[in-house]
């Protein structure tokens, strides 16, 4: 916990920069009736009747000293899928950064064995010098500001049926297009000096 919070006390450097990693997923939903248009006085009504299309995984990418965000869409979470990802990242979006400190969860696909399996032993290692990892603690996924940034999505584009990939990816993409522009971030207050008064039960006593 406290190396995640010492390593967002770092300042900006765009050599080193700092992006916070979280992924989830949304469940694809079609209406089987059309919905009821919205009249003056009521509300656009929907049936509790829908179709599933299976699910999609978001991947989360946020740089919050910069304001800048990145979600990409795919149908799978497994380790080659990160890893594609995370080699999207270093070389699409940070392709003159020497290191990138990725702050992420304790998943089993999170590590530097997914970046082997993906590609050849040099081109993942190439990847992985670049990369310095930072996990949260098990049960502080909380501290992965990635994670604050999902619920916020959530709250803005994804509460309501979407029902396939295409469509998703639009509306994700509009989304942090807007976030993007409007360099939105994250005030974080909380530190270790705070860490070890609130959550003085978690430290061993002498």
Same mark, same amino acid.
């Given at each position: ?12 450097? @765009? ?12 469940? *694809? ?23 599933? +299309? #299976? ?5 989360? =990418? =946020? ?26 990242? *270093? ?20 590590? #530097? @064995?997914?970046?082997?399996?993906? =590609? ?12 310095? =990892? ?15 940034? *999902? ?16 469509? *998703?990816? +639009?509306?994700? #993409? ?5 976030? +993007? ?5 994250? +005030? ?19």
């Amino acid at each position: 916990m406290e190396q995640v919070l010492d390593v967002y006390t770092r300042p900006y450097d @765009a050599e080193e920069p700092l992006v916070c990693m979280d992924e989830t997923t949304k469940q *694809l939903t079609q209406e089987v009736i059309d919905p009821l248009p919205a009249r003056p006085g009521q509300p656009e009504r929907y049936d509790t009747l829908y179709k599933r +299309n #299976g699910v999609a995984v978001l991947f989360m =990418f =946020f740089e919050p000293l910069r304001g800048w965000r990145k979600v990409n869409v795919t149908e799978g979470k497994t380790r080659l899928d990160w890893a594609h990802q995370v080699k999207q990242l *270093l070389e699409h979006h940070y392709p003159r950064a020497k290191k990138v400190h990725l702050v992420l969860d304790n998943l089993n696909t999170h590590n #530097g @064995a997914s970046l082997y399996e993906a =590609f050849a032993p040099e081109e993942a290692h190439r990847l992985l010098s670049r990369l310095e =990892f930072h996990y949260t603690p098990k049960h502080g996924s909380w501290l992965n500001m990635a994670e604050i940034e *999902l619920s916020v999505l959530s709250r803005q584009c994804l509460s309501r049926r979407i029902p396939g990939l295409d469509i *998703l990816r +639009n509306e994700i #993409g509009a989304w942090d297009t807007e976030r +993007n522009q409007k360099q939105a971030t994250i +005030n974080w207050h909380f530190k270790t000096q705070d860490a070890r008064i609130k959550l003085r039960k978690l430290y061993p006593t002498y």
